[in-house]
């Protein structure tokens, strides 16, 4: 799989680190984080998903690249790319200068 | 008919002419008491086990494509029992045990070889590691030895030991531990299954569920909706898809697996090896083909193919292992889709729906998993209560926080 | 020996003699040979023996889909078993030797097996073999492996290299015979980048072997015409000897060539072949297509061959594949061949066709040859090769004296490489044959490939082609001119073996490697085994060497024919990777041995070899395990010296290794807050705090150092081995969780060389070193500060008051270039203070004596609260698994969790991985309370030492314990007592 990274261009994956389907982190005050509301909204987040066949939403990293986290909008099924955006937003950059390449180990 | 080396010679001398499907094309019934979904070896060991140990034999499975087109005709073949973490080492070695009495049980030679399973293990920490795990097997009665690297050598002395990047330094061997001929345990058990009056519907893909108050009360299907009064999902790979159908998100994501084949050679790698500096394992297959796999695609997946960075990863590590093994060819490659659960074991327990069981989240395991999965299925599908030994397997784990994570890597399903 | 080499013509060099051995006998051959070309030009016409029943088999193919002439090549380590001789160039020296016989290749013992037939049907070995259970592994497996498999492995390291190299382009061009060639060159000359690659020596495919007239010229000549400019065109690549064997998204190929097997060994520095990844914009599958054999009664013999196979080895080898040849067709591929070969000279005993009459435009053949048109063969004589051959047709029935019968039932478009992408393939029923008609992810089949038989057709299908695939990626094609050749008809018909009730013992072959027979297929039919994956897996049908090639159509018309339903109904299997078995050495490349996986050094590497370290690797790292001094003798001597040193005196150790993180930016403080589960907002500017790293999950994913240089600056220190993962985190929280924040994170861990130095007299050494004005006692840089200052007169450090071993302690971080120099220098100042170096063993041994968790303890299992860290964390603020780390089971206190452990009897050692039972208690499950996570020989506290997570542990102070370590066969008491063994007030490391 390639994945075109908006920073860097067209990459192989082995570039890339995915972290699985997008999804928004819960948000609670301080005083609600031990209520069951909190609890069972964390618990959604972190251990459920859609797992759909067809389009999916997810979270790459280009950790041998620009070290961007992008928002690959992919189709399991084929693998095609249909579209990649930084995660962080519409307009941010990426970091402009990678000082030292981290080696995955 | 009964399979002997009798009936065997008898047809020899009479054409071939006695012989008969190895189960009927069942077409559906109106209604059944249980319905499986799913016609891999889960399924059909379930269905096997509801009418062998339960008593339970107005059973449908319902299979989309052919018996044993998923996941049980796509794995490495590997059975062992060499977990662990107290949720998992009764449920694996409850599934050895029904291993090692498996072909006289069905009546069917799934080529069972106990060969023997070797863990290698390469640092101090992994050592301890294995340590850890060895003597965890023996507490639950289950075969375990620590190899130094002698003991290494003397198993599989052409491993690389003189110019290894991550050297050896010995091994947890699980002699029990082994393989079996994946396809066989399909037709052994759809047979065992159909002898015992199950219907095995093939060509027969479910797309929806009937609801009554809440409850399952069918399921429709490309052959019309049939009725029952218990489902069960036995679909792993396919898990959330099936799932959708009720409404309900599991904590599953699917992620291709590949494997390997070389052309056949006359013996030469005797067990089960897997690498600790890498992620890689081997066996021989009786036929002479050397069967191998490595990594998981790290992406979500429904295609059954994998990517080509994984498979250049298997082939390094195959050849940091064992670099006698460069000149042999690869014929053929194929990938599995995998159930990974987030805490990398499965599930098999009741769902937020009445009358709607599951059992999945095998990840790279489900193979091994056949027999006991098939069994404690169908324990909880006619009794209602987990089996003993599968009695970790539940839903609200994640809720709760009691996983069962022998890796330590927590929710990132594609780590395990 | 009769020379079956013909006296002119080939693509051969006959001015050079290459000699080479087959089973030990001497051959002679030529260049441009193949192994199957030389052997058959000596009249060599027994290659193997097939898989199950050892029946004599010959070369049937002059390709790819080769099922019976394998070999063995080559010797020693170099042995290749499974060698298709139909694709090995011949060189000077070669040695080949048969396989899968004994005691020889004439007469094959396991023959025998041919006899059992009757019982050894497909699937046999499912319904037997069980009684009693014991005997599978122990007497019937044995046997059936050893009789099973193909040539004998080397057994030994490959001694040769591989490589991998990359390829970008624009068309992907597979295949380099008449529409591959035209595609190629069509969209050469439109500028486009051309990759052209193909698995033969040179390009032609079906131009070198078959008698063609294109523009004029002679097909080897019009190829080799094409092949030249294409050359010149600067944008082109052409590979030979490279076959693309497999398919993946985003235009992604793999391809190998064949670098060095057309001599007897790579040359120097020369790699035996190459992997190459291939990444194009848009790909054309001119792959030809497969002859298909035709199943008939023993079929199998030696001289059964492909009719295009018999024509290739008259036409570019220039070899008679036998002295009376029938031609048994079902197209007129066949006719074509006939033709062909006498006009080479081959005698041409009958042309018998299916269908019917000569077909049209084949006059000039059937005035030549004795034509049985709606003929078929019923059977084959000879032992160990035909010698005649029983012909029926409405005529009736005559017996032919030939020793070769050229078969062609049709084609099989090679569509493999498209089909990777699980694409099923559908039923043309023209050409009998399945074709994928539409393009998949930018690759579309051209010429045979697409179905188009024909060379006229060939041609004109890769113009166009190339025309739709240049158009779809945005490059103007240039006209380019239709080359001419003359219109041959090129029909086919089918010739399925017609299964009969009495069949059932008959031996028609299938497929030819794996031995199933029309009677397999029939079998499998009974059985219930009808889809055609289950016919596949029951009977071994198309699993074998020649991946199904030459079987798979044959045995699916046949259950098409037994089910009544049509060929497509019936099915198809879809090729999988690789297209053709591909060398595991070569997808690997250079990844063996040493160079496995990098390696990585610290900037002080040198600095401890010069000290004489051992290395230890610390995931990609090597790191100093410990330091020796002459007159030790095993590593335990060298660690209690070195931590007694520390604990004395003062030691150096490189930390160069540990993730180092700068966080900057006005929200950094905030961002970190939420990161870690410890609260860095407080660490004061101008010190350090510990830090916790929570998984979204509750369980601990790190922990480390956090100092702090200024209100909006921070360093963050974490473990070696999470560096990666860790730093990949915290740029998820920055740029997915929180964008808001204004913070910036740069890893800098190959930035810095980083030293400790530890022990009392370490302030001294650390003194020493540190330029004015900075002053090193307890009030001027007390334990836990950090300063950025210079060293050694001007070198820009970063100095931090950290401690790993309870002592005072300092690291200190310079610019990576200075890290060996500023190493030799802490040990000079260090020497008149007794200083050593010491390693990751004693560092190890001295936080276990501290009781530290490290990767042991913080094993991606255990909670804050399970390693004794609870106090340090703060719960009221949400960060990274603040939520999930409250469920209940995460902190319920019957967990295992983190305590120390001595042995009762001082004699007694402590293990890691060894469980912990209660006192007393049997070894089983039910009793099992933990396990030693850490263990070492405290020479401080003058006894084996351990961490051990224990159920409940700290509640249970004071207990003694069974500690059984079944595994190693020891079993011992020790009592659980606090994680701490040195210095539990935590005194020294003020004492300086």
């Known amino acids: ?105 | ?416 | 020996m009769t020379s079956h080499r013909l006296p002119t013509g080939g693509l051969i060099n006959r001015a050079r003699r290459l000699s080479f051995t087959f089973d030990g006998a001497v051959y002679g051959g030529h260049p441009g040979d193949t192994l199957a070309s030389a052997l058959l030009a000596n009249g060599v016409r027994l290659f193997g023996r097939s898989f199950k029943y050892h029946r004599p088999r010959g070369v049937l193919s002059a390709g790819h889909e080769e099922p019976n002439a394998l070999v063995e090549l080559r010797s020693g380590a170099r042995r290749e078993p499974n060698t298709k001789a139909t694709v090995v160039e011949l060189y000077d020296g070669l040695e080949s030797m048969s396989q899968n016989r004994w005691p020889s290749l004439q007469f094959d013992a396991m023959a025998v097996n041919g006899l059992l037939k009757p019982a050894f049907a497909a699937g046999f070995y499912y319904k037997t073999f069980m009684w009693p259970a014991s005997f599978w592994e122990k007497v019937y497996e044995p046997i059936i492996r050893r009789a099973a498999g193909l040539g004998r492995a080397a057994g030994v390291a490959d001694p040769d290299a591989y490589e991998r190299d990359h390829l970008h382009c624009d068309l992907l061009v597979v295949g380099g015979g008449p529409a591959g060639l035209m595609a190629a060159l069509s969209a050469g000359r439109a500028g486009a980048r051309v990759v052209l690659c193909d698995d033969d020596v040179r390009l032609g495919g079906r131009l070198l072997a078959e008698r063609v007239e294109v523009d004029g010229q002679s097909g080897p000549d019009f190829a080799d015409a094409v092949a030249a400019e294409l050359k010149a065109l600067p944008t082109v690549t052409v590979l030979t000897r490279t076959a693309v064997v497999a398919a993946f998204d985003q235009g992604t190929f793999a391809a190998v060539e064949r670098v060095a097997d057309n001599m007897p060994a790579p040359k120097a520095h020369q790699p035996r072949q190459r992997f190459w990844t291939i990444v194009a914009k848009a790909a054309i599958l001119a792959t030809g297509a497969t002859e298909r054999p035709i199943v008939f009664p023993n079929n199998d013999r030696p001289g059964v061959m492909l009719a295009g196979a018999v024509q290739s080895y008259a036409n570019r080898h220039a070899v008679a594949a036998g002295k009376s040849i029938a031609v048994y067709t079902a197209t007129d591929a066949g006719w074509t061949a006939a033709r062909d070969l006498l006009a080479a000279g081959a005698a041409v005993a009958a042309v018998i066709d299916t269908r019917g009459a000569t077909p049209p435009g084949f006059e000039d053949v059937g005035a030549r040859v004795r034509t049985v048109p709606g003929g078929r063969v019923t059977n084959t004589h000879g032992r160990l090769g035909v010698t005649a051959i029983d012909v029926a047709s409405a005529a009736g029935t005559s017996r032919l004296d030939v020793d070769v019968v050229a078969v062609s039932g049709g084609f099989n478009p090679s569509i493999q490489l498209i089909s990777h992408f699980g694409v099923r393939p559908t039923w043309n029923e023209r050409i009998a044959g399945f074709v994928i008609p539409q393009p998949v992810k930018g690759i579309r089949c051209a010429g045979a490939a697409a179905g188009h038989y024909g060379l006229s057709a060939d041609l004109a299908d890769g113009i166009r082609a190339a025309g739709d695939a240049l158009g779809e990626i945005g490059i103007a094609m240039k006209p380019i001119r239709m080359p001419t050749t003359a219109v041959v008809r090129h029909d086919v018909g089918t010739a399925w073996w017609q299964p009969a009730p009495g069949d059932i013992g008959a031996k028609a072959f299938v497929d030819l490697q794996h031995d199933v027979a029309a009677s397999d297929v029939m079998l499998a039919h009974r059985e219930g085994f009808r889809s055609v994956e289950h016919l596949k897996r029951y009977t071994t049908l198309g699993m074998a060497t020649d991946q199904g090639r030459t079987s798979n159509t044959d045995g699916l018309a046949i259950m098409a024919l037994l089910s009544h339903q049509s060929i497509p109904q019936t099915g198809v299997t879809l090729a999988r990777p690789p297209t053709v078995p591909l060398a595991i050495g070569a997808v690997a490349g250079g990844h063996r041995g040493t160079a496995f996986r990098p390696v990585r050094r610290t900037p002080v590497h040198g600095w401890a070899q010069e000290l004489g370290a051992v290395f230890v690797d610390v995931g990609q790292w090597k790191r100093p395990q410990y330091f020796p001094r002459s007159g030790e003798t095993d590593w335990l001597q060298t660690v209690n010296r070195e931590v007694e040193t520390v604990r004395s005196a003062v030691g150096v150790t490189d930390v160069s290794t540990l993730g180092k993180i700068e966080v900057e930016g006005p929200d950094a403080a905030a961002y970190l807050d939420r990161v870690c589960a410890t609260r860095p907002s407080a660490i004061p500017v101008g010190s350090c705090g510990y830090m916790v790293m929570l998984r979204e999950d509750g369980i601990v994913k790190d922990d480390g150092m956090i100092a702090r240089f200024a209100p909006d600056r921070f360093f963050a220190f974490v473990s070696t081995v999470h560096a990666a993962a860790v730093y990949r985190h915290m740029q998820y929280c920055r740029q997915v969780l929180w964008p808001d924040l204004d913070v910036t994170l740069t890893a800098v861990t190959d930035a810095w060389a980083q030293l400790a130095v530890a022990g009392p007299k370490s302030a001294r050494v650390v003194g020493a070193l540190v330029d004015a004005p900075t002053v090193v006692d307890m009030a001027g840089f007390p334990p836990m500060s950090c300063r950025e200052v210079t060293v050694c007169g001007g070198v820009p450090a970063r100095l931090y008051g950290l401690s790993f071993s309870g002592e005072r302690a300092f690291e200190i971080g310079v610019p990576a270039r200075y890290g060996e120099a500023f190493a030799r220098r802490i040990m000079e100042v260090g020497a008149e203070h007794g200083i050593t170096a010491y390693g990751t063993e004693a560092m190890a041994v001295m936080r276990v004596e501290k009781g530290y968790p490290a990767g042991a303890e913080i094993n991606g299992q255990t909670t804050a609260a399970d390693l004794g860290l609870a106090p340090a964390l703060a719960t009221d603020k949400d960060h990274v698994g603040r939520v999930l780390s409250a469920r209940q089971d995460l902190t319920d206190g019957r967990r295992a969790r983190l305590v120390g452990l001595k042995p009762v009897d001082a004699a007694d050692r402590l293990r890691g991985g060894a469980h912990v039972l209660a006192k007393g208690a049997a070894p089983e499950a039910a009793n099992d309370l933990g396990w030693i996570t850490s263990a070492a020989w405290s020479p401080t506290a003058r006894s084996s030492i351990a961490l051990a997570m224990v159920a409940g542990g700290p509640d249970r102070l004071g207990e003694v314990v069974r500690v059984w370590d079944g595994i190693r066969n020891t079993d011992m008491l020790a009592e659980i007592v606090p994680p701490c063994f040195v210095d539990p007030e935590g005194n020294r490391i003020h004492d300086a």
Not at chain 2, 11 to 36: E, F
Not at chain 2, 53 to 82: D, Q
Not at chain 2, 230 to 258: C, D, F
């Open chain 2, 1 to 416: 008919m009964r399979f002997s080396g009798f009936s065997v010679l008898r047809n020899a001398l009479t054409g071939q002419s006695g012989w008969t499907p190895h189960w009927r094309k069942a077409s559906p019934k109106p209604a059944y008491d249980v319905i499986i979904i799913g016609g891999g070896g889960h399924g059909l060991a379930t269905a096997y086990y509801l009418a062998k140990e339960f008593g339970v034999t107005n059973v449908a499975v319902l299979e989309k494509g052919w018996v044993g087109s998923g996941n049980v005709g796509r794995n490495t073949t590997i059975i062992r029992s060499n977990y662990m973490l107290p949720g998992n080492i009764p449920f694996y070695e409850f599934s050895m045990k029904l291993w090692e009495g498996l072909e006289q049980d069905f009546n069917y030679n799934a080529m069972v070889s106990q060969r023997g399973v070797l863990n290698l293990y390469h640092s101090d920490g992994q050592r301890d590691a294995y340590v850890r795990r060895g003597n965890a097997m023996r507490l639950h009665g289950v075969d375990a030895e620590l190899l130094d690297r002698d003991g290494v050598r003397a198993i599989a002395p052409y491993l690389d030991f003189d110019n290894a990047r991550f050297p050896i330094q010995g091994g947890l061997l699980h002699r029990r531990g082994g393989t079996a001929r994946h396809d066989a345990v399909v037709w052994g058990y759809a047979r065992g299954a159909d002898a015992r009056g199950v219907d095995i519907i093939e060509n027969c893909e479910v797309t929806g569920f009937r609801m009554d108050d809440g409850r399952v009360v069918g399921v429709e299907t490309t052959r019309g909706p049939i009725g029952a009064k218990t489902v069960g999902m036995a679909v792993a790979g396919n898990s959330s898809k099936v799932a959708a159908l009720a409404g309900l998100r599991l904590p599953i994501e699917s992620h291709v697996l590949q494997a390997f084949v070389s052309e056949g050679v006359k013996p030469l790698i005797d067990t089960v090896i897997t690498f600790g500096a890498g992620h890689f394992y081997i066996s021989q297959s009786d036929k002479g083909g050397l069967v191998f796999g490595g990594d998981l695609d790290p992406f979500p997946s429904y295609a059954q193919r994998g990517s080509l960075s994984t498979f250049a990863d298997v082939t390094e590590n195959a050849m940091a292992l064992m670099p006698m093994i460069g000149r042999l060819r690869i014929l053929r490659s194929w990938g599995g889709i995998m159930d990974m659960s987030m805490d990398g074991s499965p599930i098999i327990d009741e769902t937020p729906v009445d009358g709607l069981y599951l059992n999945g989240g095998w990840c790279y395991g489900g193979f091994k998993a056949t027999p006991a999965s098939g069994f404690c299925f169908a324990h909880l599908l006619a009794r209602g209560t987990p089996h003993p030994a599968a009695a970790a397997y539940r839903l609200d784990r994640f809720a709760t926080g009691r996983v069962i994570d022998e890796k330590g890597v927590g929710p990132s399903p594609n780590l395990h």
């Open chain 1, 1 to 105: 799989m390639r994945i075109p990274c908006p920073f860097c261009g067209p990459r192989d994956v082995i570039e890339f680190t995915v972290h699985g389907e997008a999804r928004q982190r819960p948000v609670f005050e301080a005083h609600e984080l031990d209520t069951p509301a909190a609890r069972e909204a964390f618990v959604d987040y972190v251990y459920l998903r859609d797992n759909p066949a067809g389009l999916h939403v997810e979270h790459w990293y280009h950790g041998i690249g620009c070290q961007s986290w992008l928002l690959v909008t992919r189709d399991t099924r084929t693998h095609d790319i249909l579209e990649v955006a930084y995660a962080a937003g519409e307009e941010e950059p990426a970091p402009a200068v990678v000082r030292t390449m981290e080696v995955a180990s």
